[in-house]
Nanobody, 123 residues
Framework: QVQLVESGGGLVQSGGSLRLSCAASGFTLDSYAIGWLRQAPGKDREGVLCSPRAGTTTYYTDSVKGRFTVSRDNAENMVFLQMNSLKPEDSGVYYC????????????????WGQGTQVTVSS
């Protein structure tokens, strides 16, 4: 049974940092891409970035380039989203999601999601 559990969200001031964690189980992490997506109140869920099985990160949102990075520990079945220089517009619920074997173009390709973790950036 595929399970993804996010943690690490919270309240941070503008310019601060947070590190989100995604604990994965029920599948072999190093065989799949993992996406991070977010949803702000009143807005559609949007892709943030994708960690491929190997190679470079795929960014879905230009605004996070240079500020957000993703890493994974396949042995521990963990994926991490490091968020630096946070801005109020980064606020929302952040989700990790199981992708196919490659980083997809469409967010509908992510079939399994965690419950999300709330990130709030105050100005």
């Amino acid at each position: 049974q595929v399970q993804l559990v996010e943690s690490g969200g919270g309240l941070v001031q503008s310019g601060g940092s947070l590190r989100l964690s995604c604990a994965a189980s029920g599948f072999t992490l190093d065989s799949y891409a993992i996406g991070w997506l977010r949803q702000a109140p009143g807005k559609d869920r949007e892709g943030v970035l994708c960690s491929p099985r190997a190679g470079t990160t795929t960014y879905y949102t230009d605004s996070v380039k240079g500020r957000f990075t993703v890493s994974r520990d396949n042995a521990e079945n963990m994926v991490f989203l490091q968020m630096n220089s946070l801005k109020p517009e980064d606020s929302g619920v952040y989700y990790c999601a199981l992708g196919p074997t490659f980083c997809p173009y469409s967010m509908s390709s992510y079939k399994n999601w965690g419950q999300g973790t709330q990130v709030t950036v105050s100005s």
